[in-house]
C-alpha cells in the first residue's frame, strides 16, 4: 500500500509538471512528488490497565509505524536522485537520472529539494489522561522527524557540496561589483519537520463529550477549537522551500496555546 501511495503521487507530479504537448523526457524537474505529510492517526483511548496488547499495537502500527514506512518510501535512492541533483546523485546511489523518469534531469545543476512533514500531536509534549498508547506514538513521531533530518540535512551536503563549489567557482572571474554581489548558490535538501496540533475539529474531535470538549476550550488562550486550516496552513509554510528553507527538525505547535 506504501508504495503504491508513492507511486500514486510521483506519477500525478509527473503529469502536473508535463505540458500536455511536451513528452515527459522534456522535463527539467525530477518527475516525482518533492512533498510529503503523513497526518494519518487513530485512538483507543482507556486507562493503562484497560488497554489491551491490540489497542497499543493499532495505535502505534498507524501513527508511527505507518509515519516511518511513508518516510522510508519518500527517501528510496531513486526518489532522492531527483529530488537532489540529478546524476552526481545517482551515481552516489548506483542509479541513473533516467530510473526516476526524467532524461534530462543531468543537465541542471540541481533539483528541487523536497519537505516531509510529519503530523504529532500536543498530548506527546504535556501527556493527556487515557492516552498513554496514543502519546507514546506522537513522541516517536517528534524523534523520527528530528533523527530523518539530521540524516537527510547530511546526506543532502554531502550529494550536492561538490556541484555548489563548481557552481559558484563558475560565475567567472569578472571583477564586475554586481556579479560579486550576487547571490551565492544555495543547494537543495530533503527538509523534515512535525505539526503538533492542539484540539482540532475533525472527525477525531466529534467523538469527545461536549462536556469534556467545553472543558478543554477552556484551557486555550484563544479560547475556540483550532480548524483544518489553521493546520494545513502552517503545513504550506513547511512544504515551500521559499518560505522555510532554512528551517528542519523542528516541531512545531498548532494549538492556540493550549495547556493540558
Do not use: H
Not at 462536556?211 to 488562550?221: G, Q
Amino acid at each position: 500500500q506504501v508504495r503504491e501511495a508513492m507511486a500514486s503521487a510521483d506519477d500525478l507530479a509527473r503529469r502536473c509538471l508535463t505540458p500536455p504537448s511536451s513528452p515527459s523526457s522534456s522535463l527539467k524537474s525530477p518527475a516525482v512528488a518533492s512533498i510529503l505529510v503523513n497526518c494519518a492517526g487513530i485512538t483507543r483511548d482507556g486507562r493503562i490497565g484497560n488497554l489491551s496488547d491490540r489497542d497499543w499495537c493499532d495505535v502505534l502500527d498507524v501513527n508511527l509505524k505507518g509515519t516511518f514506512l511513508m518516510c522510508q518510501a519518500f527517501c528510496e535512492p531513486k526518489r532522492l536522485s531527483g529530488l537532489l541533483v540529478g546524476d552526481n546523485m545517482a551515481k552516489e546511489f548506483g542509479t541513473s537520472a533516467s530510473s526516476v523518469g526524467d532524461s534530462t534531469l543531468g543537465q541542471s545543476k540541481f533539483g528541487i529539494g523536497g519537505s516531509i512533514i510529519n503530523i504529532g500531536s500536543i498530548v506527546s509534549s504535556y501527556g493527556n489522561y487515557g492516552q498513554v498508547n496514543y502519546g507514546a506514538s506522537k513522541g516517536g513521531v517528534v524523534g523520527l522527524t528530528r533523527s530523518l533530518a539530521k540524516e537527510m540535512a547530511s546526506l543532502s551536503w554531502k550529494a550536492t557540496s561538490g556541484k555548489a563549489t563548481s557552481a559558484v567557482d563558475n560565475i567567472g572571474d569578472n571583477d564586475n561589483e554586481k556579479e560579486e554581489e550576487e547571490e551565492q548558490i544555495v543547494p537543495p535538501t530533503v527538509r523534515v519537520n512535525c505539526i503538533q496540533p492542539g484540539f482540532i475539529q475533525t472527525p477525531m474531535a466529534d467523538a469527545v463529550p461536549e462536556k469534556i470538549l467545553s472543558d478543554m476550550t477552556r484551557k486555550i488562550a484563544l479560547r475556540r477549537l483550532g480548524r483544518a486550516e489553521d493546520v494545513a496552513n502552517l503545513a504550506l509554510f513547511l512544504a515551500s522551500s521559499e518560505r522555510s528553507g532554512y528551517v528542519t527538525g523542528e516541531a512545531f505547535e498548532c494549538s492556540g496555546m493550549l495547556r493540558l
